[in-house]
């Protein structure tokens, strides 16, 4: 099994030309799994925390404030912090209770 990755991932000179389509493929393959895939599900369980959000609820913005839900529109979250009501943007939120974004 290993001299057979080693023969399709080693440049040789006489190798054939279909080997490069392949290497190329399995560099793709790789990035994919490793880079791309796990964006795009950090993405999504984000996506899944900010449209979970409701009124009450305690939150974390990316800034470090932190407060309470009072009013939900569109993008936009207004939150209490303190004496201060702050509106902030809906992407900017990173922990809704104990739920963390993967993307803080």
Known sequence: MTS????????SAG???????VQIGLMIGILWFLLIRPQSQA?????????????GDDITTAGG????VKDI????V????????????RARIVRVGESV????
Request: aromatic share 6%; net charge positive.
């Open 4 to 11: 057979l990755l080693f023969s399709l991932l080693a440049p």
């Open 15 to 21: 190798a054939p030309s279909w080997l490069f389509p």
């Open 43 to 55: 993405r999504k369980k984000h996506a899944a925390i900010l449209a979970s959000i409701k009124k």
């Open 65 to 68: 404030i932190i407060g309470k």
């Open 73 to 76: 529109k569109d993008d936009r």
């Open 78 to 89: 207004t939150i209490e912090s303190g004496s201060a009501t702050l509106i902030v943007e």
């Open 101 to 104: 974004s993967p993307t803080a």
